[in-house]
């Protein structure tokens, strides 16, 4: 990892209307100072400081066959997350507060107007549950998608849930079918689910599977199913078997993302032997899977290790 890098940007955040040629009124957002640019690789984490004090981070990942050609940008939605995952980074700090639209776009314009990344595709698995500020959310989908300077239609927008369904049911009623859905459900029952994700002890993995199947998914496209993998918890090839059985008939894609601990985890990484056999088995039983190869993970920049304890410090 290389030291972390300032960057001397002060801005204010402000809004203002422009023509942008629509019916809907595009917004330009400025965005706040960057205070920390990590780098591991390839991945940028960086990190804007608000008016009172608090980071949002965000992580600038390369894509393309030669990679650096474009990137993906992964947003906070929150500065922390009450949802309490345990084996999640950011579930440490609790939940500080909401992000604003501006907020959220403007994690956009940092990426492209300060560090000059060509972003084209937004995922929100940063910090936070999107669904726990939907309306900030959907705005900022809106906003992204109709602002012809962005260019970031919905069908390159993702938002990931932990599995909140009344706000999966919500963007369905959207009608927006090009919007990519993700679920983070790491696990292949209810068991182990409630075990790690406080929020399936409410919304079991059954009502979970009938949000999912009202969803909106384009003709050809796929729910993605995210799945962590973790060391003797949920890896197991019986695992698989009955993650692909709970899935059959949905139109999904697994995301296998070998575990990235955060701070004094108690989980541990699985051996790659088990990865490659946990998504051979999801192919063998029809199951469409692919596994994310971990970026980052030296800058606390990979998935589930968003999120500073100092900022929950400084609050206190
Ligand atoms: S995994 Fe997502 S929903 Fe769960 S605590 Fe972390 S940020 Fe929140």
């Not at 990942?61 to 474009?70: F, K, L």
Request: hydrophobic letters at 40%; charged letters at 20%.
């Amino acid at each position: 990892m290389s030291p972390d890098t300032s960057i001397p940007i002060v801005a204010t955040t402000r809004t203002a209307g422009v023509n942008c040629g629509s019916a809907h009124e595009a917004r330009v957002a400025e965005p706040f100072p960057i205070a920390r640019v990590v780098r591991d690789g390839d991945v940028t984490k960086f990190c804007q400081v608000t008016p009172d004090g608090y980071e949002i981070e965000s992580v600038l990942i390369p894509m393309g066959a030669r990679e650096n050609t474009w990137h993906t940008l992964c947003v906070s939605s929150q500065i922390g997350c009450k949802r309490g995952c345990t084996f999640c980074q950011t579930a440490q700090m609790g939940l500080i507060r909401n992000l604003t639209a501006d907020e959220i776009v403007g994690q956009v314009e940092a990426a492209r107007g300060v560090l000059g990344a060509t972003v084209r595709n937004v995922v929100f698995m940063g910090m936070g549950e999107p669904m726990d500020n939907l309306d900030a959310v959907i705005e900022s989908i809106t906003r992204l998608h109709h602002d012809p300077a962005r260019q970031i239609p919905r069908r390159r927008i993702t938002v990931s849930t932990v599995g909140r369904c009344d706000g999966i049911r919500r963007l369905a009623a959207l009608r927006w079918r090009r919007l990519n859905l993700a679920v983070s459900l790491n696990a292949p029952n209810d068991t182990i689910r409630s075990q790690i994700m406080p929020i399936n002890r409410v919304e079991p993995m059954a009502e979970l599977r009938r949000a999912i199947a009202e969803y909106p998914v384009r003709a050809g496209g796929h729910v993605l199913i995210e799945y962590v993998l973790i060391r003797g918890l949920n890896d197991a090839s019986e695992h698989a078997r009955e993650l692909a059985a709970y899935l059959r008939g949905l139109p999904t894609c697994v995301n296998l993302i070998p575990y990235n601990p955060r701070q004094n985890s108690p989980y541990d990484v699985p051996d790659e032997e088990t990865v490659v056999a946990f998504q051979q088995v999801l192919m063998n039983a029809g199951q469409l899977a692919f596994r994310r190869n971990t970026k980052g993970r030296a800058a606390m920049a990979a998935c589930g290790q968003l999120g500073t304890l100092a900022a929950r410090r400084r609050q206190a």
